[in-house]
């Protein structure tokens, strides 16, 4: 059984009073990107908030920031991002 490889690959943080998600396009031969993204953080003043957003990725880009926010000690999740292919 082959398994579809990912073609955006994510990474993010919150710390230091900020957040921050990262993305890259890493299958050259897949299409452009359309991606969305949900993530669960805990602001300094002790609340929650959920963070949502969409971003699109062009083949090669790399280490592109798709979201930056500030107020926020500690990710309670780890962001979700669901992506497909353009045509």
Excluded at 21 to 38: D, G, I, M, R, Y
Excluded at 51 to 56: A, Q
Aim: glycine residues 12%.
């Amino acid at each position: 059984m082959a398994a579809a490889k990912d073609a955006v690959s994510c990474g993010g943080a919150a710390m230091l009073g900020g957040a921050q998600l990262n993305c890259s396009h890493v299958e050259p031969k897949a299409p452009p990107q359309f991606c969305t993204f949900s993530w669960d953080l805990h602001t300094i003043a002790g609340d929650q908030k959920v963070v949502e957003g969409t971003f699109m990725l062009p083949p090669g880009a790399s280490n592109v920031q798709v979201y930056q926010g500030s107020g926020f000690d500690s990710a309670l999740s780890n962001p979700i991002v669901i992506c497909r292919g353009g045509k």
